[in-house]
């Protein structure tokens, strides 16, 4: 790629150029202002910019991309900025501008009758649930940043969520992409069929691509049927074997479609309810274990919570669990969500905490869970694993909070001999470094030790293909940039 070029900062008259483009109002260069742009959630990365560029439609994406690219200024994509592995934050030269796609948050296409909503990248994906209801369907995708992540930040990291397990990834619920390629043209891949079989699939390309091979303006979104009357369960284990078994007896057993299952361990209930506030310890007695189900059915009916209220009554005689608690109300089945859903923000009062994002076979969980544990004991003793996820997908959020006492910087200076641990036992497991959050920043020194050549050539050949000025989202997930 040819990044020798990205070295310089724009200069004051090309500031101004960009700044045309979308009007003054919609260009920030003031340094307050710029601050929520330049710093994820997890504080680890800050960067810097001389422009915050916001874009009101696909023709000033494209005219900002084909600016910088004839005058090879890097260019960093941004949704909602909720991004954890750094991919949307500029790196701290302030050598590259951002380019945030809020304000591309129009309703391009209703399809009531074919399921289908087409939308621009900007909509928070609540935005997008809720038209989906107002059209009595579902939009699946669901994750704790849902009121202020965007679609297209989504699709660009292939964003996960808690109901992978019924309905799959972000990938799986897009029909079409429109695309703003690095040179200023624009893909119109906007279509709404459910069969194309006429070559390359490009959508899937750029989906997961983190802003790397083009900036996505809009998307043609699957919608699904309202499910009927579900079902929410928190359920007690001695073991997280148990939940392999457990995972197996809902699926075979339930009448309904199970559509999450959630692992967390104590410690983490211990966080949440000490940090967040209005929750509680769901259980008179604590458990070493706990999973969170969701089941739903395609018709509204009354079975579904005695459907799963038998199936967990049999798990109980098999001593598959220990204890069970079935949502009486909406109210509480949110309750229980809270306590799910608020690991993370719970850790932060804790200290220190090196987390990874990865995935290996279901059934392989616990062991992996196992000897994660045991590895990161031996590493930095009185370090505390907090390990949670998505069962069904096979995804674990092995997060480790410092040990109790200690000081987090020095606690935090072990991040990449720790990581580099877990992903080597990750890999040997068969399992990605990645489920759901991306490479960025963060990870891009990883993939390039554990992929295989083969794949980063492949990789480097379609960024080189796409982006051979490399202006895209520059060294995030394949190079690091020359001035960095």
């Not at 990789?459 to 796409?466: D, E, F």
Request: hydrophobic share 40%; charged share 20%; aromatic share 6%.
């Amino acid at each position: 790629m040819h990044l020798k070029n990205l070295t310089q900062a724009p200069t004051s008259e090309l500031i101004n150029a960009f700044r045309a483009i979308v009007g003054s109002r919609h260009a920030i260069t003031d340094a307050q202002a710029q601050k929520p742009y330049l710093t994820e959630w997890r504080d680890r990365y800050i960067g810097k910019t001389p422009i915050v560029l916001r874009p009101g439609n696909t023709d000033e994406v494209s005219q900002i991309l084909r600016l910088a690219n004839t005058n090879r200024i890097g260019v960093v994509p941004q949704g909602g900025n909720t991004g954890l592995v750094g991919g949307q934050i500029p790196f701290e030269t302030g050598h590259e501008i951002i380019l945030s796609t809020g304000r591309l948050n129009d309703i391009r296409n209703v399809d009531a009758v074919g399921r289908t909503l087409t939308v621009g990248a900007g909509m928070t994906l609540t935005e997008v649930q809720a038209k989906a209801q107002s059209m009595d369907c579902l939009f699946p995708l669901s994750l704790a940043a849902e009121g202020s992540c965007q679609i297209g930040g989504n699709l660009a990291t292939n964003a996960g969520g808690v109901a992978v397990l019924a309905y799959g990834n972000t990938r799986q619920l897009v029909l079409g992409l429109e695309v703003v390629l690095a040179d200023g043209r624009v893909w119109d891949g906007l279509r709404k069929l459910k069969k194309n079989n006429t070559g390359y699939d490009l959508r899937d390309l750029f989906v997961g691509s983190e802003g790397t091979l083009g900036v996505i303006t809009a998307a043609t979104l699957k919608l699904f049927p309202n499910p009927g009357e579900g079902a929410t369960a928190l359920v007690a284990m001695n073991t997280l074997g148990a939940a392999a078994a457990l995972f197996r007896h809902v699926s075979e057993q339930s009448e309904d479609l199970l559509t999450a299952f959630e692992f967390f361990p104590h410690i983490a209930l211990e966080f949440v309810t000490t940090h967040i506030a209005n929750t509680r310890m769901p259980f008179s007695v604590p458990h070493p274990w706990y999973a969170l189900i969701n089941t739903s059915r395609s018709r509204a009916d009354e079975t579904s919570a005695s459907n799963i209220e038998a199936v967990l009554g049999d798990a109980i005689d098999k001593a598959v669990i220990t204890d069970a608690i079935i949502a009486k109300s909406t109210a509480q089945a949110h309750d229980l969500w809270r306590l799910r859903e608020g690991i993370s923000e719970a850790q932060k009062p804790e200290g220190g905490s090196i987390k990874h994002d990865i995935s290996v076979p279901v059934d392989s969980i616990p062991s992996f869970v196992t000897r994660a544990n045991n590895l990161i004991e031996k590493m930095c003793p009185g370090a505390r694993p907090v390990p949670f996820g998505h069962f069904g997908d096979g995804n674990v959020h092995y997060n480790v909070s410092q040990p109790k006492g200690a000081d987090k910087s020095t606690y935090l200076a072990q991040w990449e001999e720790i990581s580099h641990a877990v992903h080597d036992l990750v890999v040997e497991m068969g399992g990605s470094i990645s489920a759901e959050h991306g490479i960025g920043r963060m990870k891009r020194d990883e993939l390039a030790r554990l992929k295989s050549p083969v794949e980063l050539e492949l990789m480097r050949s379609i960024k080189t293909a796409l982006d051979p000025n490399g202006i895209l989202n520059p060294g995030k997930i394949l190079a690091r940039p020359t001035n960095t």
